[in-house]
């Protein structure tokens, strides 16, 4: 699977962002999908995630409210719009697939692919 991550910027605190991630190379049927970020000198962290069927969601905490995933199986692709940025939102953004459930891609279950990141800076 290979997952290409886009849309990332500079935007002030307040605005909003939204990403893409296209998913090539095999069929993903039944994989959820997520986002994850990662800011300078800190580890990988759990953004969000969404099921199959787009019916189960999580969320971290930090960006409940703010943040909404969703996807297009049609066109294979997951989206992530961030509303109301904040300057700790500042991170590389990875999307992510894999074939547990969206409930389980907070613990980076076995078997998930990344993307390649992709870098949002909200400046304050």
């Known amino acids: 699977v290979q997952l290409q991550a886009s849309g990332g910027g500079l935007v002030q605190a307040g605005g909003s962002l939204r990403l893409s991630c296209a998913a090539s190379?095999?069929?993903?049927?039944?994989?959820?999908m997520g986002w994850f970020r990662q800011a300078p000198g800190k580890g990988r962290e759990f953004v969000t995630s969404?099921?199959?069927?787009?019916?189960?969601?999580s969320h971290a905490d930090s960006v409940k409210g703010r943040f909404t995933i969703s996807r297009d199986n049609a066109k294979t692709t997951v989206y992530l719009q961030m509303n109301s940025l904040k300057p700790e939102d500042t991170a590389v953004y990875y999307c992510?697939?894999?074939?547990?459930?969206?409930?389980?891609?907070?613990?980076?279950?076995?078997?998930?692919?990344w993307g390649q990141g992709t870098q949002v800076t909200v400046s304050s």
């Open positions: 992510a697939a894999s074939p547990s459930s969206a409930q389980t891609m907070p613990r980076m279950p076995r078997g998930i692919y």
């Open positions: 190379g095999r069929t993903l049927n039944n994989y959820a």
């Open positions: 969404i099921s199959w069927s787009g019916s189960l969601q």
